[in-house]
């Protein structure tokens, strides 16, 4: 488990991280998204021991990060953006190296057998780094951070650099960890945070300003409760029973579809979930639901939205709106 209390980094008199609080539960992969110079690789920097805040705590599973560092790192396992690769050494050599270097208790041969084969490196082992390619140098990557067994795992930007098939891999890869390790996913690519993670913190200029899951976050951020549905049956007919719902504000008919089908915009009472109502009454009159879609934000739209602050009135406006989401997420 991962807690970040109250955590602020200056430099100068510029906060690149400004009192920020935030927790990665034991099996969870937590997205840690943000624009570039938003914060992320500073927070990262902060929970592996690397610089120190100055103020707040970091503790990474119970441990105070600046009080015990040595114990506390001990439960990291840590891929920064640049793997630390040393090129001339084999994967066997360099795993060897680093497996003394964590000073691991666990049985050599045996442990990083486990490691090569969950990576996938078995096949390499002993080739040179330099002769790999750079989807196989960032399995190296990983390989090392895992050596040791740590409960949490700290990933900076993982995949920047990768073809689209080593891009997939790394994801799947990261996935099946999150299963037994908590991770820490810093990134900025948003498909990659929507694709592997439980949880989505959202920093902008040092400050967070969401924090929870996806779906948590389109509904609270958008400015409506829509559905959009194409029903077939008498437009006329189809409204009525729309309309007659009780959690229905309003029914607008769109355009026709096909021969009988016309698309409907339904707008529901705030915090209202009206899906199963509207199937079962028009169930009851034997009208099919052909298509059906919440017209919440995507990923990309919270995005834009949390670090643009346009649709809002600015990012201040935003942070009250989050305030409380903010507050839930870390107590879960």
């Not at 960032?138 to 951070?145: C, D, E, L, T």
């Not at 409204?239 to 009988?260: A, C, P, Y």
Request: charged residues 30%; proline residues 3%; neutral net charge.
């Amino acid at each position: 488990m991962i807690e970040v209390r109250n955590l602020t980094k200056s430099y100068g008199g510029k906060k690149a991280v400004n009192n920020i609080s935030f927790t990665a539960e034991d099996g969870q992969v937590l997205g840690f998204l943000g624009p570039n110079g938003a914060g992320k690789s500073t927070t990262m920097n902060i929970l592996t021991g690397y610089i120190s805040s100055n103020e707040g705590q970091a503790f990474i599973n119970g441990v105070d990060i600046l009080e015990d560092p040595i114990k506390a790192k001990s439960f990291i396992g840590y891929l920064p953006e640049q793997p630390p690769l040393y090129f001339d050494m084999t994967v066997d050599e360099y795993l060897s190296f680093v497996y003394g270097l964590k000073k691991c208790k666990l049985p050599k041969k045996s442990h990083l057998n486990e490691i090569c084969e969950i990576v996938k490196l078995t096949d390499v082992r002993k080739r040179l780094i330099k002769n790999l390619s750079k989807g196989y140098k960032q399995r190296v990557g990983f390989a090392q951070a895992l050596v040791g067994n740590p409960k949490v795992l700290i990933l900076d930007e993982p995949t920047v650099g990768l073809d689209p098939k080593q891009i997939i891999e790394i994801r799947t890869l990261i996935k099946r960890l999150g299963r037994n390790h908590t991770v820490i996913l810093s990134s900025h690519i948003l498909p990659e945070v929507q694709a592997v993670c439980d949880k989505i913190v959202v920093i902008n200029k040092g400050r967070i300003v969401a924090n929870g899951n996806s779906d948590t976050l389109a509904r609270t951020l958008s400015a409506d409760h829509k559905l959009i549905m194409h029903i077939e049956g008498s437009s006329d007919e189809v409204k009525k029973l729309l309309t007659s719902i009780s959690d229905v504000e309003r029914v607008f008919v769109g355009r026709q579809v096909d021969e009988r089908v016309w698309e409907y915009h339904i707008e529901a009472k705030e915090n209202a979930d009206i899906r199963r109502d509207i199937f079962k009454k028009l169930a009851s009159r034997s009208y099919p639901i052909l298509m059906m879609k919440s017209n919440e934000l995507s990923l990309e739209e919270i995005f834009l939205k949390l670090t643009t602050g346009d649709e809002y009135g600015g990012a201040e406006k935003i942070e009250d709106k989050l305030d409380a989401l903010g507050k839930a997420g870390e107590d879960k």
